[in-house]
């Protein structure tokens, strides 16, 4: 059972104690930073520089540049929400292996980034685009660049490409929840305390012309079909698509399911990328 599922048990057993339970340090303790996840799971077994920028909020945000020497593009991927970038390396190398360069990223308060406090709302976008322009003027030579966010990931890549979609080539989101509040209720059976959402239906309109690929499992409390196929409505690119994996949950990239996830992200790039 991860850290996260663990977090929010006890705090549903906290409210099932105590009906008094304070919603605003309980919002605290969820936007918080987790000493656990400080410290790096693995490192990639590929050769990689570890660079820092600072985003406009002066926050520093460290991530992993994995250069390869196909240069197809880009891929930019980012962890969720009880993660850091090292729980990502397995993803990472998919996409190396498919030729892409990659930078792995740790959001603000989570890994080698600076922070107190993180966040599920649109202020999150800077964290992002903050390697987004970095890669614009420092490594654009290598390629286009493609956005990839996993769960509380893929809500911060579609805000990061509402704010520069002239920047991004095409989006691929795993398991993102469409409506934090909702989600939490159904995975906990509990009110939640206020989470900072923003309006992730206005972002998808904002890049409904991006190439979206969207994965989500039948299974999974996170995002259920219907939300799937609300966000699916926002998309108005030919080569943008929605795959509902059958009997699966919240992480599509397990063994079950590698094959199907491995080669859903192949046939989408080779629609979406010039020269695949």
Request: aromatic content about 10%; overall charge positive; hydrophobic content about 40%.
């Amino acid at each position: 059972m991860n850290k996260y599922k663990i977090l929010f048990i006890v705090i549903s057993c906290s409210i099932q104690l105590n009906a008094q339970v304070d919603m605003t340090k309980l919002q605290q303790e969820y936007m918080s930073r987790k000493p656990a996840l400080d410290s790096m799971y693995s490192y990639p077994d590929i050769p990689f520089d570890s660079l820092r920028v600072t985003s406009d909020e002066g926050i520093s945000i460290s991530f992993w540049w994995m250069p390869n020497e196909k240069k197809m593009g880009t891929v930019l991927l980012v962890h969720g929400f009880m993660m850091n970038k090292s729980h990502m390396l397995p993803r990472a190398k998919l996409y190396y292996d498919l030729g892409y360069n990659v930078l792995l990223m740790d959001l603000r308060a989570r890994g080698q980034s600076s922070g107190k406090t993180t966040t599920s709302g649109p202020e999150i976008r800077s964290d992002v685009t903050a390697v987004m322009q970095y890669y614009s003027a420092k490594l654009n030579g290598n390629g286009p660049l493609i956005l990839a966010g996993y769960s509380h990931g893929a809500r911060a890549v579609v805000f990061a490409a509402e704010k520069d979609p002239s920047l991004v080539k095409a989006i691929i989101l795993e398991s993102i929840p469409y409506s934090l509040t909702e989600s939490f209720r159904r995975t906990y059976k509990i009110n939640p305390p206020p989470i900072p959402e923003g309006n992730i239906s206005n972002a998808f309109q904002t890049i409904s012309q991006i190439p979206v690929l969207l994965m989500t499992g039948d299974k999974d409390l996170a995002i259920i079909p219907d939300e799937a196929k609300k966000i699916k409505g926002f998309l108005k690119n030919e080569n943008s698509q929605l795959i509902i994996f059958e009997n699966a949950g919240h992480d599509l990239s397990v063994h079950k399911f590698r094959e199907f996830y491995t080669g859903s992200i192949r046939l989408f790039l080779a629609h979406t990328m010039p020269g695949d």
